[in-house]
């Protein structure tokens, strides 16, 4: 399903340089949920954001279903990402001024095209889906920490993602929350969709059909 082989990178600023990945490699099978564990400081969020395609490695080769997307333009990045890949992150980075519905349906909001019925009707299937029928037209602001992150997952499917990349989406939230969005993920899984998910908690991270550890920017 995807491949990453050998992704190096380096961050330069104000003279200094800090080399974060040196040869990192993950393969993800289709339906396959991996986790990705490792100390603060390790590499997990750069080379989570390298899979996703937003952010680009300096060296090595990023395989989606057999084809090497290492060297696609940016716009042709940002269209298999729009299309394939969803990403969910910590803080759910929904806009406050627009209700669950239409955060949902930002993915469709890039052109000059007006959301269609048949968009609104995913949107709100969508929503059901992560346990929100109802609550379409509340802002974000009046629903809880765990809603607002299932809002995001929400937003994530409206597009019939293959992948799910997902950064520490339990990091923000309760023991009984961060419980009810694993679950959530487990039955996303059990749909079809390949997860791969960055995590501080051992115990989540377990639950993983395989999880991996970073070391030093390699996968140990
Ligand atoms: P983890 O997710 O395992 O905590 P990160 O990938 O966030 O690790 O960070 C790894 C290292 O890369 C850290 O030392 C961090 O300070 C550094 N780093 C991350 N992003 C940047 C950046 N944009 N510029 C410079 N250094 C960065």
């Known amino acids: 399903m995807f491949e990453a082989r050998n992704i190096t990178k380096t961050f330069r600023s104000e003279g200094l340089e800090s080399r974060v990945l040196c040869g990192a490699d993950l393969t993800v099978e289709p339906g396959e949920f991996v986790s990705i564990v490792g100390r603060s400081g390790s590499g997990k969020t750069t080379f989570l954001n390298i899979l996703s395609t937003l952010l680009a490695p300096d060296g090595g080769e990023l395989l989606y ?3 090497d997307v290492t060297n696609f333009s ?7 990402r729009s299309r394939d890949f969803a990403v969910i992150f910590q803080f ?3 806009l406050p001024y627009l209700s669950a519905r239409e955060n949902v349906l930002l993915p469709y909001m890039q052109g000059v095209r007006p959301v269609t019925a048949e968009q609104r009707k995913r949107a ?3 929503l059901e889906r992560v346990g929100l029928s109802g609550k379409g037209d509340k802002l974000p602001g009046h629903l809880s920490g765990g809603e607002q992150q ?6 994530a499917l ?5 992948l799910l990349f997902a950064d520490e989406p339990t990091g923000n939230l309760d023991k009984a929350t961060g419980e009810s969005i694993m679950e959530l993920l487990g039955d ?3 749909d079809g969709l390949s997860i791969v998910m960055v995590t501080h908690d051992g115990e989540y991270a377990a639950r993983a059909d395989r999880m991996v550890t970073m070391v030093e920017g390699r996968v140990a």
């Open 65 to 67: 279903r057999g084809e």
């Open 74 to 80: 940016r716009a042709r990045l940002n269209e298999l």
């Open 92 to 94: 759910h980075h929904l």
């Open 124 to 126: 709100d299937a969508c």
């Open 150 to 155: 299932r809002v995001a997952i929400a937003r």
């Open 158 to 162: 409206v597009k019939e993602s293959a």
């Open 188 to 190: 996303l899984k059990g």
